[in-house]
């Protein structure tokens, strides 16, 4: 039976935890090799030994290092010809975190980590992908599917005051992914952003959420998302035929109603 991304190759950031993970294992089980990248190498090895036990096979190989250095995003697409010997065709910009706290509240001596990796890394990621992509093209686009996946947040299209500045890089993320839609599209290279709400990994303790007040929203709100149901949703719209371009999905629990 084939394999829904079968004879893809991803490369996936921020690949250690949460989301990134669980689309690593989800990619996997859908036939995709893949290069695996977020700055925690120990534990991203676990992840990428833990993969190929699961798969009797190579299927997923480490970059570890900065998503935002330029040496260490060339290098995740050379990794994936060497290992793979297929250039990438799928980049899931992934790799991120969040900020507790407004632009008036929030802890200022972080904001220039956030952005660097938010916004810096995710653009550095779409530019050199791009041009990767652009490098693939076939006699007929249409047989090979080519796709650039990032992954915004639902307070980059609504404002939410409990994290503006966190919010306000996912405004930036959002704009970034729907221009370079545009850019890629006559191409046949199709851009896709994903806007989560909650989803539960280790994102609320990186951000610094007060424990207590979390707490309060999971039981207004839960249960929220898991890491595995934003995996499916790539699983599904990176498996579409390369004719269609699923552009902007947000995605929640059930229960939340805002943001
Ligand atoms: N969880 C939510 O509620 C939620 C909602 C909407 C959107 N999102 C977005 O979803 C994405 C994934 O978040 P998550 O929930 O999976 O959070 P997570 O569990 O904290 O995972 C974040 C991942 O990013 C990696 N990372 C952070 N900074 C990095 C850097 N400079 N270079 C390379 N890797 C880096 C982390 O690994 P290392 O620490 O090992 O580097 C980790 O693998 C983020 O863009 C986040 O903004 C999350």
């Not at 990032?150 to 609504?158: A, E, K, L, M, Q």
């Not at 990186?206 to 007040?213: E, I, L």
Request: contains cysteine; proline residues 4%.
């Amino acid at each position: 039976m084939t394999r829904p991304l079968e004879d893809r190759v991803a490369i996936i950031t921020g690949a250690s935890a949460g989301i990134g993970e669980a689309c690593a294992r989800a990619f996997a089980r859908a036939g995709s090799k893949m290069i695996l990248n977020a700055r925690r190498a120990e534990v991203l090895s676990k992840i990428e030994r833990s993969i190929d036990t699961e798969m009797g096979v190579e299927t997923a190989h480490c970059v570890p290092g900065d998503c935002a250095d330029e040496t260490v995003i060339k290098m995740m697409l050379q990794s994936a010809a060497d290992h793979f010997d297929k250039r990438a065709d799928l980049i899931v910009v992934n790799a991120g975190r969040g900020l507790a706290g407004s632009v008036l509240t929030s802890d200022e001596g972080e904001w220039e980590e956030m952005i660097r990796t938010n916004i810096v890394g995710a653009s550095k990621l779409i530019r050199i992908a791009a041009a990767e992509l652009e490098r693939l093209d076939g006699a007929d686009w249409t047989q090979r599917p080519r796709d650039i996946v990032v992954i915004g947040s639902t307070v980059g299209r609504h404002i939410s005051p409990f994290s503006s500045m966190y919010g306000a890089t996912k405004f930036a993320v959002n704009s970034l992914a729907e221009a370079t839609r545009r850019e890629l599209a006559p191409k046949g290279i199709r851009v896709t952003l994903i806007e989560p709400g909650i989803v539960t990994s280790e994102f609320q303790h990186v951000a610094g959420y007060d424990p207590s007040r979390f707490g309060e929203v999971m039981d207004r709100m839960g249960p929220v998302l898991e890491p595995e149901d934003i995996a499916d949703l790539l699983v599904y719209t990176c498996s579409r035929p390369a004719r269609v371009c699923v552009g902007d999905v947000v995605i929640r629990g059930t229960r939340q109603d805002y943001p």
